[in-house]
């Protein structure tokens, strides 16, 4: 079985550069295909994603020659040499002419599974383009989608996709509502989920908020250059950000490790916003302070008008609730709230030339 799953993997790779040569010529317009992607899925029976992955790894084979020399060895496995061909496309996009550190994203390939491997990559990618790093999750938050439908016979069906920081949310707060409520609970786990979810729905108005474990280092935190992204519990890892934002209204522990990343210190958890903090400003704000947001307060976490990771004190002044959707507009989407002199908050759009020139939020329709 592994000497047939060997050879396969090297049938992956001769197909994978016939697929870039292919998908560099216009020969898919000849059967009506509307792109090379297009002509592949359907004529070699493959989904979409499959078929991309290959022509990626096509793209990239002459400038990872190492990787492509593991596969025939049998070192690492296709999936495993498609990670590094989609981290090196990303870094080339991101930084035109700026390659890919080979020999270490190959030594961990060796090492790690594909799934663990899959986070080093994006740690990879957030170290040489954060910048871009930040662009994808944004394109993710804006490809969010869920629709219900109601069928002829009373049921509804559920589709949808979420962004990773979105669904590790949801999991979260669905997996302690779908524990076994005993032995004699024999419900299979989407059933449990599912369960869980109406459960969730019934009880929205709980204010009991879901629990989003974050391991970051400090320099991801202040988003310096060359830093790793952070690692967030049940999804791929994320921007600094997005820690930005999520550090606005959380428990903080510090964690000093050694060289070798082993712990040497665990500091004691700190809640950034205390329950008395947050009680006044459920008193004082009522809901989110977004100027026209109607969001009660049970929908909003507290912000630091005066980022708490860039010296923003945690005090009534400097903080003010905002929904998810305003506040991922202020982080990620590089607007800015202020308090006049009157009280009320200002929102101010971000400059043309500004970091990332968002106007739209999660869940916000376009003018």
């Not at 669905?174 to 109406?198: M, V």
């Not at 202040?222 to 921007?239: F, M, V």
Request: glycine letters at 10%.
């Amino acid at each position: 079985m592994i000497h047939l799953r060997h050879q396969s993997d090297r049938l992956e790779v001769e197909f994978s550069k016939l697929a870039s040569e292919f998908a560099a010529t216009d020969e898919f317009l000849a059967s009506g295909s509307v792109s090379p992607i297009h002509w592949i899925r359907h004529n070699c029976r493959m989904g979409s994603g499959a078929a991309a992955d290959r022509v990626a790894v096509g793209d990239q084979a002459a400038g990872m020659p190492l990787s492509v020399d593991a596969i025939e060895s049998g070192d690492i496995g296709f999936a495993h040499l498609t990670l590094i061909a989609r981290t090196a496309s990303a870094v080339e996009e991101a930084s035109p002419g700026r390659g890919i550190d080979e020999p270490k994203l190959l030594e961990k390939a060796r090492d790690l599974s594909v799934g663990r491997f899959r986070n080093f990559c994006s740690h990879a990618r957030h170290m040489a383009a954060s910048a871009a790093f930040v662009a994808g999750e944004i394109s993710a938050v804006e490809a969010r989608y869920f629709e219900m439908k109601l069928g002829e016979d009373g049921l509804y069906s559920l589709r949808g996709t979420l962004d990773g920081e979105g669904g590790a949310t949801l999991r979260a707060a669905l997996e302690p509502l779908a524990r076994r409520s005993g032995q004699g609970d024999d419900r299979n786990r989407g059933r449990r989920l599912a369960d869980a979810l109406i459960e969730l729905g019934a009880h929205s108005g709980g204010g009991v908020r879901a629990h989003l474990q974050v391991t970051t280092s400090l320099e991801t935190l202040l988003q310096r250059a060359g830093a790793p992204a952070a690692d967030l519990e049940h999804a791929l890892p994320i921007s600094g950000k997005a820690v930005e934002r999520l550090a606005c209204d959380c428990n903080v522990t510090r964690i000093l490790l050694n060289s070798d990343s082993c712990v040497i210190d665990v500091g004691r958890s700190r809640r950034n916003i205390s329950a008395p903090m947050r009680k006044a400003l459920k008193a004082r704000d009522k809901g989110c302070g977004w100027p026209g947001c109607d969001r009660l307060a049970t929908w909003t976490t507290g912000h630091h008008i005066v980022f708490w990771t860039r010296g923003g004190t945690t005090d009534l002044p400097n903080l003010v609730l905002l929904c998810y959707r305003h506040h991922w507009m202020v982080h990620e989407g590089a607007w800015q709230l202020v308090r006049a002199d009157d009280g009320r908050m200002l929102a101010i759009p971000p400059t043309i030339d500004g970091p990332l020139p968002r106007t739209r939020g999660p869940g916000e329709e376009a003018a």
